[in-house]
């Protein structure tokens, strides 16, 4: 009785599945050859079924799920899945979801993890950091006021002397400190340096060691912590790219929040270290630094599209037949949103270029990016 029911249930989800999945019946004939399922084919003979796997008009089932052998149909359907009909380029869980609930073949996750990720309005769309790249720390000094850090301190109110800046030197093994008051204009010719540091040199000496191991201490904690949740990636010259579109980085580009977030492919030129890299830019993005934190990129797997547009390309622009009669009449702007004022002046110029009367019923109080006729 059970296998009545569940053989009725299969009658109205195959003929729903051969509507949408067009030439669905050649895989009939694939699964003897396949390497996947040739071996339960084989063995569910006579109606009967072996390990979750049974036969049933021509088609093997997997617990009601149709298998689907090593063919183009995999592909067609990754694609229906994802982006076609209803679909909105949806993520890889929601993909795997609708595929999983009628269909089953090995290493799915794979393939739609591969499909989504080399999918370009998916990557234009959803385009956002990566946890990629590990925190890499200065190299840790070995004696003191060998390895220094500068900064300056400006804008503060002026001394009786004229000084309205501190330029502040500090050594990265003692972490001590020099403040030198000095002009905004000052350069090192100017200055002099307090020789008192060097005086005080050898009761530090007695702590270099501790003070060493302190701060391999130290930076081996916080290089922990930084690391959480990322993880190493690095690329080569040649390899190709998806650049993240940051709005500090591309203002012009990221205008609007329905703006593309990414852009790419583009080549890896140089490796500066494992966290920054030069990237080669088309001309559009020409006022724009070529080097990219690593966060900014990540591996393109799937097939370039070309930049170029259609003329660039050497298509025939003069082969595309006009719509106008006469080369005496003018071509009609239909560039920007059609409101009820535009569509009636459209329809004026257009009665009187080829003397028809466009129907009312065709404009509508809505505006619209394009109109067809």
């Known amino acids: 009785m059970l296998n009545g029911l569940s053989s009725l249930k299969r009658f109205p989800m195959l003929s729903n599945i051969n509507t949408k999945v067009l030439g669905l019946e050649s895989i009939k004939t694939l699964y003897a050859a396949d390497a996947d399922f040739k071996e339960p084919f084989s063995r569910c003979i006579d109606g009967k079924g072996w390990d979750k796997y049974y036969v049933h008009d021509g088609f093997l089932f997997r617990t009601n799920k149709i298998c689907i052998p090593a063919c183009s149909i995999r592909q067609v359907l990754l694609q229906e899945a994802h982006a076609g009909g209803l679909a909105g380029y949806f993520g890889v869980k929601k993909t795997l979801d609708m595929l999983s609930d009628h269909f089953f073949w090995p290493h799915m996750r794979r393939d739609v993890q591969g499909h989504v990720g080399c999918c370009i309005v998916c990557l234009k769309a959803k385009s956002r950091l990566n946890p990629h790249g590990l925190y890499t720390p200065l190299p840790i000094p070995h004696v003191p006021w060998k390895d220094i850090s500068m900064d300056f301190v400006l804008g503060l109110p002026r001394s009786p002397r004229g000084r309205d800046s501190i330029f502040v030197v500090v050594d990265r093994f003692s972490k001590m400190a020099h403040f030198i008051h000095c002009h905004k204009s000052d350069d090192a010719s100017h200055e002099q340096v307090n020789l008192d540091a060097m005086k005080r040199s050898d009761f530090i000496k007695r702590l270099h060691a501790e003070t060493r191991k302190n701060i391999e201490k130290k930076s ?44 790419g492919p583009f080549n890896v030129l140089h490796q500066i270290n494992d966290n920054a890299y030069k990237i080669e830019l088309p001309p559009e993005y020409s006022n724009v630094s070529t080097t990219f934190n690593v966060k900014d990129l990540l591996p393109f797997a799937g097939k370039p599209e070309s930049r170029m547009t259609p003329s660039q390309e050497g298509e025939a622009n003069e082969d595309i037949p006009s719509i106008l009669s006469s080369p005496n009449e003018t071509t009609l702007d239909i560039a920007g949103p059609i409101t009820r004022s535009r569509a009636k002046q459209l329809e004026k110029e257009i009665h009187s270029q080829h003397g028809m009367k466009m129907d009312s019923s065709l404009w509508t109080s809505e505006p619209r990016s394009l109109w067809c006729a």
Do not use: E, I
Request: contains cysteine.
């Open 220 to 263: 081996a904690q916080y290089a922990k912590q930084a690391n959480k949740g990322k993880k190493k990636v690095t690329f080569q010259p040649g390899d190709l790219v998806w650049l993240h579109l940051r709005k500090d980085r591309f203002p012009q580009q990221c205008k609007s929040k329905l703006s593309p977030r990414g852009d």
